[in-house]
């Protein structure tokens, strides 16, 4: 069992679409990320909140959006995505942003794009 | 900059043989390591972490690594392979410009009957 809960498992969504994936940990952390994992790779920094306030943003297009509403959610928003952003879309949060506090991972949202 | 090599994309043993994972870092400041595995369909696991103080670090499910700082590696053994340790293998290394996870490309371990 992951102590960080992402939905929906999965998602196919077209071209034109807008959806959303969240994000939820309650272990009281206060950073949070999002992963973008291509297949047999590993995974790619996109997005760090770090209490909430984003810390860094990997030159993400802005088809991606993300969002921290709280401490303990986090949301990415998806709109006009391409086929080649189908991947696993993993969130992970830590105690803090620093070097020696260790991701806890979750299961992920496989997106596919149409 | 810190990086992180694998050494090998893809390593199979046989039940109850050796697993020997290898990592080597680069880094111009002490490193935080780390190995995570992520098993099919699900996210990264962490197995073991190396901070500070013992070399030796042990983990989850009989895992451990050590850090050896001459060699600039921290490779993850265990001494016998049990069927449910297939998985992808990720070292990492702590060190982008703000903390973030630098991980190596991963080894596919396959353990054979």
């Known amino acids: 069992d992951t102590e960080v809960t992402q939905t929906p498992k999965h998602l196919v969504m077209g071209m034109t679409n807008k959806k959303s994936l969240k994000c939820e940990q309650h272990?009281?952390?206060?950073?949070m990320y999002w992963y973008k994992q291509k297949a047999k790779k590993p995974p790619e920094l996109m997005f760090v909140?770090?209490?909430?306030?984003?810390?860094i943003n990997e030159s993400v297009p802005s088809r991606f959006s993300p969002e921290c509403p709280n401490s303990s959610l986090l949301n990415l928003h998806l709109h006009a995505l391409q086929p080649e952003d189908s991947a696993l879309y993993l969130c992970a949060s830590s105690q803090a942003q620093l070097y020696n506090s260790p991701l806890h991972f979750g299961n992920g949202t496989r997106l596919t794009v149409t | 900059a810190q990086s992180v090599t694998q050494l090998g994309s893809h390593v199979s043993v046989s039940e109850g043989a050796l697993v020997l994972l290898r990592c080597n870092y680069s880094?111009?400041?002490?490193?935080?390591l780390f190995w995570y595995v992520q098993y099919p369909n699900q996210g990264l696991q962490l197995l073991l972490k190396y901070t500070t103080g013992a070399t030796l670090v042990k983990g989850i499910n009989g895992f451990e690594a050590e850090f050896k700082k001459s060699e600039t590696s921290f490779h993850l053994t265990k001494p016998s392979a049990h069927m449910s340790d297939a998985a992808e293998y990720f070292c990492?290394?702590?060190?982008?410009?703000?903390?973030?996870?630098?991980f190596g490309k991963g080894t596919k371990l396959s353990v054979k009957p």
């Open positions: 990492a290394v702590s060190g982008g410009s703000q903390g973030n996870l630098i």
């Open positions: 909140y770090s209490y909430e306030k984003l810390s």
């Open positions: 272990m009281g952390h206060r950073a």
């Open positions: 880094s111009s400041v002490p490193p935080y």
